[in-house]
């Protein structure tokens, strides 16, 4: 229930158990030369949220990418589809990848700045658009300041705004699961409010895999956690256990547990 | 005063062939981060094709409806040799950005010696309408209408970039990758067919480039590609690379740079000062006048 980082599953598995969206078996990834992940295994259940933990440099941004295929990458990933068969991504490039509908927030937002919002919106835009961009419900539903600045270059936009339509930019897609990396990193206390309220709605809809080092933030959303230790799962979990034990936290995070900051 | 405005005149349209090379090495770079080496070697070959099919009406060359066949050929194989050279060298080569440089390099210098072998490397009288040599007078002086051809298909082109670039998806693609092409890919979308459009669409540019520098020149030669290849360089460091904007005044700067220099102090002195504006412009704004971070359209 707990410690899963020795109980790897077989790679020969088949398929991912019922109530599953993805799963992870033995995931080893580098970047340039240097391997930066471990054989790294985990799942994440098809509904709520899951926050990926550890110290800074222990490759939880690289995990991200890695299930994206923007780093170089070995070991079994699994989708669950929506109506059809479940398959490995693992060898698929990044943009067939994110068709089979996985929604990536990158960390440090990477919005297009020269490009306005609405421009950002349609490039993100999948599938064939049945209506304007800016009447995407979503946008009236969660990001309505959005609206109002949908002709501005996304560039000179404040970080908090950059993150809506960072997350904007996968939520007005169907999507199997969200990729959501430091959504709250740099904000403003109130903004970070923003952010979490955003994704606690988007959450109701869509799976998440969180990766955030405000520990207040991922008491509120996650159901789970996967901490990684040295490019390891080093521990798995409720979420709500794992923040409630003092000692794991100042383990594996280094952090008091209680505060947002996470030195 | 009549001197000055044939220089000027003079300027914008060799500015307008440059632009033709340089707007195509922008996007490819902006876009693929690739310094394309055998950019030369699509204008000369694409201009030698054109030669071919206008060759081939013998003493009709000179006509209307040659000429604007010949400037077709001369695209559809700028984009057609492109195109091969992507899917077949470059897509190979994806993230090897250095060996993408020297197949470019390797390429350029093959393709210009098959010409040689294939044409002679001396140059060929090109064929053209006789309207093209007559001249016109604006302010007192006499411009040969080739040089309003050449500005006038530049400015063909350069709106037609523009439409591209702010009208269309694939547009917005091509703007979106030149910014962060890894972010473009992780929305879901193919950069890979991206960049052959892009090469392909550079290479008909170049094709199309050949035709006119031929047409400029009055002649088909082997060097013909490289020697402008050189400037347009400068031009697409000059104007920031991957900005069509940046491209499209910093030719017709360079362009007229050269030609008054050339004029007021001596033959030779043009190209000279080209280089020296170039030196000037990467002290003082290496990221050149647009810089490549910023919007493209």
Redesign the interface.
């Known amino acids: 229930m707990t410690t899963t980082g020795a109980t790897t599953a077989g790679v020969t598995d088949p398929g991912l158990a019922a109530g599953q969206v993805l799963a992870v078996r033995e995931l080893d990834a580098w970047i340039g030369v240097q391997q930066i992940l471990h054989r790294v295994s985990f799942t994440v259940p098809d509904i709520g949220v899951t926050a990926l933990l550890g110290r800074n440099g222990v490759g939880k941004t690289t995990t991200l990418r890695a299930l994206l295929g923007l780093v170089r990458r070995t070991g079994v990933v699994e989708l669950a589809g929506r109506t059809e068969a479940t398959r490995r991504i693992d060898g698929d490039t990044t943009h067939r990848i994110v068709r089979r509908g996985i929604g990536y927030v990158p960390e440090n937002r990477e919005v297009f700045g020269g490009l306005t919002v609405a421009e950002n919106l349609q490039l993100a835009r999948r599938g064939r658009a049945s209506r304007p961009v800016e009447r995407e419900p979503v946008l009236a539903e969660l990001f309505p300041d959005l609206l109002d600045r949908l002709g501005q270059a996304a560039g000179t936009l404040s970080g908090g705004q950059q993150q809506m339509v960072a997350l904007a930019r996968v939520l007005i897609n169907e999507n199997r699961m969200l990729l959501v990396d430091e959504p709250t990193k740099g904000l403003a206390p109130k903004v970070v409010d923003q952010v979490a309220e955003a994704l606690a709605v988007a959450a109701r809809r869509v799976p998440i895999l969180l990766v955030e080092q405000d520990l207040a933030v991922v008491g509120r959303l996650a159901d789970r956690v996967v901490v990684l230790a040295e490019g390891r799962v080093a521990h798995t979990g409720p979420a709500a256990e794992f923040l409630g034990d003092p000692a794991a936290v100042r383990r594996l995070l280094g952090v008091s547990g209680k505060g947002g900051d996470s030195a | 005063m009549s001197t000055v405005v044939l220089l000027a005149v003079t300027g914008l349209g060799l500015g307008g062939l440059y632009f033709l090379v340089a707007s195509g090495l922008s996007l490819i770079y902006g876009v693929m981060r690739i310094l394309n080496f055998a950019h030369g070697a699509f204008l000369t070959v694409g201009g030698y094709l054109g030669y071919q099919a206008g060759h081939a009406f013998g003493s009709r060359a000179g006509s209307w409806p040659v000429f604007v066949l010949m400037l077709l050929v001369g695209t559809v194989t700028g984009a057609l040799l492109a195109t091969a050279v992507e899917l077949l060298l470059i897509r190979r080569l994806y993230e090897r950005e250095i060996e993408q440089v020297l197949v470019t390099v390797g390429l350029g210098l093959a393709a210009v010696a098959l010409v040689a072998g294939g044409w002679g490397s001396d140059a060929r009288p090109f064929p053209s309408p006789r309207w093209m040599a007559e001249t016109t007078g604006i302010f007192g002086a006499d411009i040969p209408n080739l040089r309003f051809v050449c500005l006038a298909a530049a400015l063909v082109v350069l709106a037609g970039l523009q439409l591209l670039l702010g009208r269309t ?1 694939y547009g ?2 091509i ?2 990758g030149v ?2 092409r ?10 890979r067919r991206t960049f052959t459009a892009v090469f392909a669409l550079g290479g008909a540019l170049a094709g199309l480039g050949g035709v006119l520098t031929a047409l400029y020149n009055s002649t088909v030669s082997p060097g013909m590609g490289d020697a402008l290849l050189i400037f347009a360089f400068i031009v697409v460091v000059i104007g920031g690379l991957g900005s069509v904007t940046g491209s499209a005044v910093a030719a017709a700067g360079v362009a007229l740079l050269q030609q008054f220099a050339n004029y007021y102090a001596s033959a030779g002195i043009g190209d000279l000062t080209v280089v020296a504006a170039l030196a000037v412009v990467l002290l003082l704004r290496p990221g050149g006048f647009v810089g490549r ?4 359209a």
């Open positions: 998806r917005l693609i703007r979106a910014e962060n890894a972010m473009v890919a992780a929305l879901g979308i193919d950069v971070q910023v919007r493209l």
